[in-house]
């Protein structure tokens, strides 16, 4: 998986699946968003940011949960403006762990759906 232009030497035998995350898609935008609140923040804040065929790595830098990939680099992830603590999945509300990275794959077989793993690059 890229992002940034960077391969992420992400093999899914060494990922933990988590579920589909629940998303939302805006045809007239093209663009997903995870319903909830949930929002990426740099010059605003931005509900739609997922865009179908992109993956994204979600890490903790000691502050916040940031998202890397997509056209904004690397962003703040929050729920209405707070701290994100758990994300949507199709299994559960998925508990993130700020000692862990996150990866959200996009499923190619699925427009505008994307696959959450615990990341063991």
Same mark, same amino acid.
């Given at each position: 998986?890229?992002?940034?232009?960077?391969?992420?030497?992400?093999?899914?035998?060494?990922?933990?699946?988590?579920?589909?995350?629940?998303?939302?898609?805006?045809?007239?935008?093209?663009?997903?968003?995870?319903? =909830?609140?949930? /929002?990426?923040? &740099? !010059? +605003?804040?931005?509900?739609?940011? $997922?865009?179908?065929?992109?993956?994204?790595?979600?890490?903790?830098?000691?502050?916040?949960?940031?998202?890397?990939?997509?056209?904004? =680099?690397?962003? /703040?992830?929050? &729920? !209405? +403006?707070?701290?994100?603590?758990? $994300?949507?999945?199709?299994?559960?509300?998925?508990?993130?762990?700020?000692?862990?990275?996150?990866?959200?794959?996009?499923?190619?077989?699925?427009?505008?759906?994307?696959?959450?793993?615990?990341?063991?690059?």
């Amino acid at each position: 998986m890229t992002v940034n232009g960077r391969t992420l030497p992400l093999a899914v035998p060494q990922g933990t699946a988590l579920g589909t995350l629940t998303t939302w898609y805006d045809d007239s935008a093209r663009k997903s968003m995870i319903p =909830g609140g949930y /929002r990426v923040e &740099c !010059d +605003g804040h931005h509900w739609l940011w $997922l865009m179908p065929g992109t993956g994204y790595k979600i890490s903790y830098d000691g502050q916040a949960w940031m998202v890397e990939g997509g056209e904004w =680099g690397l962003v /703040r992830l929050t &729920c !209405d +403006g707070g701290p994100v603590t758990v $994300l949507p999945t199709s299994y559960r509300e998925q508990p993130l762990d700020p000692r862990e990275t996150y990866v959200v794959v996009p499923d190619f077989e699925m427009w505008a759906t994307w696959e959450l793993f615990r990341w063991r690059g």
